[in-house]
């Protein structure tokens, strides 16, 4: 069935440090794929989606590009802030509107 | 910016009692889903509705879960009885139908069964 698999967490991060979380997915036909961020007491925020193979989302510094052929969608950011420590969860989209989520990584950015 | 508004945000009750929970999503979007995130894990989808209608109830257990979208806007999802496994944050979320893929999640209810 379809899915989604996250690097497990805790990243640990010094602040400006390069993030990479991985995402890998299986899915029938042509998912959309999401990354949402949780910062500690709240709900999902929309950080960034793809719609199509070799897009590539982007939002406050953040990109993941949608590889097809390695079905994959990586999380990628240049420089961590603090601020930037949350859950970071890869989702897809499936078979109208129907969303399965990773098991989410959570990201720690030392000063 | 609207927003999907949840309530109550924490709730404590004892195993056995009756809880209810209730979303208002963003005014216009069609499609409401109700969502379980037990700690450490991501979020479960529950049920979803578009407009009143339910589309996806599979993983909701229904002899204690009950979920309803009566006129289409708000929603109020029910357990009853209440279960210590039950203990978890629970998320409403909305979106556009057929215009839009994103959802929008409220903040959450956080619910802890003794």
């Known amino acids: 069935g379809d899915s989604v698999t996250q690097m497990e967490g805790p990243v640990t991060l010094s602040e400006e440090a390069f993030l990479t979380i991985n995402c890998t997915y299986t899915?029938?036909?042509?998912?959309?794929l999401f990354w949402y961020v949780q910062y500690p007491g709240e709900g999902l925020q929309l950080l960034l989606k793809?719609?199509?193979?070799?897009d590539k989302g982007s939002n406050k510094g953040f990109e993941a590009t949608y590889r097809k052929e390695t079905t994959s969608f990586h999380l990628e950011k240049g420089s961590v802030q603090v601020s930037d420590s949350a859950v970071y969860f890869c989702?897809?989209?499936?078979?109208?509107?129907?969303?399965?989520f990773g098991s989410g990584t959570k990201l720690n950015v030392k000063p | 910016e609207a927003e999907v508004a949840q309530s109550p945000r924490y709730k404590i009750t004892e195993k056995s009692q009756a809880v209810a929970f209730w979303c208002d999503p963003i005014?216009?979007?069609?499609?409401l889903y109700w969502y379980r995130q037990i700690l450490g894990q991501g979020p479960e989808l529950l049920v979803q509705?578009?407009?009143?209608?339910?589309?996806?109830d599979s993983q909701l257990p229904k002899d204690r879960f009950s979920a309803e979208r009566l006129k289409g806007v708000d929603s109020t999802l029910k357990i009853q009885p209440a279960e210590l496994g039950d203990s978890a944050m629970y998320l409403c979320?909305?979106?556009?139908?057929?215009?839009?893929?994103?959802?929008?999640f409220g903040p959450g209810t956080r619910l802890l069964v003794l």
């Open positions: 979320a909305s979106s556009l139908y057929g215009v839009q893929e994103t959802q929008y």
């Open positions: 899915a029938t036909g042509y998912p959309s």
């Open positions: 793809a719609t199509k193979a070799d």
């Open positions: 989702a897809l989209r499936y078979n109208f509107n129907k969303f399965y």
């Open positions: 005014s216009g979007h069609a499609t």
């Open positions: 509705f578009q407009d009143e209608s339910v589309v996806d």
